[in-house]
């Protein structure tokens, strides 16, 4: 389905890489850090770029400016390492489809529906939760929008996504 290039169960229209790729993080004015991939074979939809990213787990860290050895995985791929997977990951996309005020209120959005609490929400980023749980449930990102790339660097390193525009 042209109008639909994701499917549910995370098999292609996404082709993402089958082995390790480099991540490399470092700050960013607009997302909650900036993910620089390397070593990304050609035949993907993600290639050797800078991509906004954003963190979906406050149990762990990540250190910036590090070559980490990265898995990735579509953020509707029921079939990552469950440490990495939410039911609420669509709601994650669709909040990064429906982004209000500045990157801060867009973290919140994403750790509140990914239930680690507030951390700080403005009436920006309850708009962006309530919103998401009205209309996010079943959300799946078309043409034109961005998908949520899950980065695996390890089960002690601080899960992230990145954007890949559809």
């Given at each position: 389905n042209l109008n639909n290039p994701i499917s549910r169960d995370g098999n292609p229209f996404i082709r993402l890489p089958q082995n390790e790729i480099t991540m490399v993080v470092s700050y960013s004015s607009v997302s909650y850090f900036l993910a620089t991939l390397s070593n990304v074979p050609a035949g993907n939809d993600i290639s050797n770029d800078a991509y906004l990213s954003w963190c979906i787990d406050l149990d762990h860290n990540i250190q910036k400016n590090y070559p980490y050895q990265t898995m990735v995985y579509s953020s509707y791929n029921t079939?990552?390492?469950?440490?990495?997977?939410?039911?609420?990951?669509?709601?994650?996309?669709?909040?990064?489809?429906?982004?209000?005020?500045?990157?801060?209120?867009?973290?919140?959005?994403?750790?509140?529906?990914?239930?680690?609490?507030?951390n700080g929400l403005n009436s920006y980023g309850w708009n962006m939760i309530n919103d998401a749980i009205a209309n996010g449930t079943d959300y799946v990102p078309g043409i034109g929008d961005v998908i949520a790339i899950v980065a695996d660097a390890g089960y002690n390193v601080q899960y992230s996504v990145f954007e890949l525009d559809v």
């Amino acid at each position: 389905n042209l109008n639909n290039p994701i499917s549910r169960d995370g098999n292609p229209f996404i082709r993402l890489p089958q082995n390790e790729i480099t991540m490399v993080v470092s700050y960013s004015s607009v997302s909650y850090f900036l993910a620089t991939l390397s070593n990304v074979p050609a035949g993907n939809d993600i290639s050797n770029d800078a991509y906004l990213s954003w963190c979906i787990d406050l149990d762990h860290n990540i250190q910036k400016n590090y070559p980490y050895q990265t898995m990735v995985y579509s953020s509707y791929n029921t079939s990552m390492p469950s440490y990495l997977w939410h039911n609420n990951l669509s709601m994650v996309n669709y909040i990064l489809n429906h982004k209000q005020g500045d990157e801060d209120q867009i973290q919140n959005a994403i750790w509140y529906i990914l239930d680690y609490g507030d951390n700080g929400l403005n009436s920006y980023g309850w708009n962006m939760i309530n919103d998401a749980i009205a209309n996010g449930t079943d959300y799946v990102p078309g043409i034109g929008d961005v998908i949520a790339i899950v980065a695996d660097a390890g089960y002690n390193v601080q899960y992230s996504v990145f954007e890949l525009d559809v």
